[in-house]
């Protein structure tokens, strides 16, 4: 494996811009590496005031640092085990007091260990779903509430691809992440009735120091930040319920009304996000319906 750096920083000046996120409390989940830190950095370059939780405290403070290097507010952030829920709902709780109620969360944390059928034991198991699927039901459990005092929020539930196009060596994380669009579709009725959109973004392969450091497959992809902000502003406010794939580019909609509506949604709504490229290319927010709209009836 040759050595020398895959990735680019972030560059401010690449960013869409959305004015609706400054000065919004935005929480994220494992957010001191990987993905989780391009999310967390990504946000507070957009201006909200950022919170974080990961277990990993010096990286976890080189990224606060960062990010108060840059001239921009540094996050609120904290060690903590997602495994222990009371502690990531205290966590949740401490930082909202601080920052305010949390408009948006993004539910990041996972770990993807390798690990064979026969090596998995009833204490693994439970230990990987504690990882990768209990943590994100809960921590939307502790900021519902103050999305509802604040009038409607976005939670954004991070998936995987590797279920999807069938890899193996991770048989409990794979079902774990399978279980995330379960998640964003079970809530979407519940919590849109209090205008608080759910919606999954599955990321292709993200070539973090993490993914460096357990193959030998040298294969870069765009972060899935800027996909998150885009859902979190003002311009997706019609988009609720939706699951979204990176590598297959795929989007299924709560309420489908039809196959060709669903098609149409990735089309007209998704594709600009999903490249990162804001709403350009002669997309804009008037191209959006809401998703339990109904196509319009073909022209006679």
């Known amino acids: 494996m040759t050595s020398?750096?895959?990735t680019r920083p972030i560059d401010a000046s690449t960013l869409a811009k959305y004015p609706s996120l400054r000065g919004k409390s935005v929480f994220v989940t494992g957010g001191g590496s990987g993905i989780g830190?391009?999310?967390?950095?990504?946000?507070?370059l957009q201006g909200a005031k950022v919170a974080f939780v990961d277990i990993a405290e010096d990286a976890s403070r080189a990224l606060a640092d960062e990010i108060?290097?840059?001239?921009?507010?540094?996050?609120?952030?904290?060690?903590?085990?997602?495994?222990?829920?009371?502690?990531?709902q205290s966590a949740i709780s401490r930082a909202a007091a601080e920052l305010g109620d949390?408009?948006?969360?993004v539910n990041n944390v996972a770990s993807d260990d390798r690990h064979?059928?026969?090596?998995?034991?009833?204490?693994?198991w439970d230990q990987r779903m504690a990882i990768n699927q209990r943590p994100a039901f809960f921590a939307i459990q502790a900021v519902v509430p103050g999305m509802r005092r604040l009038g409607g929020g976005s939670v954004i539930n991070l998936?995987?691809?590797?279920?999807?196009?069938?890899s193996g060596g991770y048989p409990c994380y794979a079902v774990a992440k399978s279980s995330v669009n379960g998640l964003t579709r079970g809530l979407?009725?519940?919590l849109g009735a209090d205008r608080i959109r759910v919606n999954t973004v599955s990321p292709g392969w993200v070539m973090t120091e993490r993914q460096i450091t357990t193959t030998s497959i040298r294969r870069a992809r765009r972060p899935c930040a800027r996909r998150s902000a885009c859902l979190i502003s003002c311009r997706a406010r019609t988009l609720h319920g939706w699951c979204c794939s990176s590598r297959r580019m795929t989007v299924r909609c709560a309420r489908r009304r039809s196959s060709r509506w669903t098609r149409a949604g990735l089309d007209l709504v998704f594709l600009p996000p999903l490249l990162g490229d804001g709403w350009g290319g002669g997309v804009g927010a008037g191209a959006m319906r809401p998703c339990h709209t109904p196509p319009p009836s073909p022209s006679p």
């Open 159 to 166: 998936g995987s691809t590797g279920w999807q196009i069938k």
């Open 116 to 124: 064979s059928i026969e090596s998995v034991t009833v204490d693994y």
């Open 102 to 105: 949390f408009c948006a969360l």
């Open 68 to 88: 108060a290097a840059m001239d921009i507010a540094p996050p609120w952030w904290e060690v903590c085990d997602v495994r222990d829920i009371p502690s990531l």
């Open 188 to 190: 979407a009725a519940t």
């Open 37 to 44: 830190a391009s999310i967390v950095k990504a946000f507070a």
């Open 4 to 6: 020398g750096p895959i």
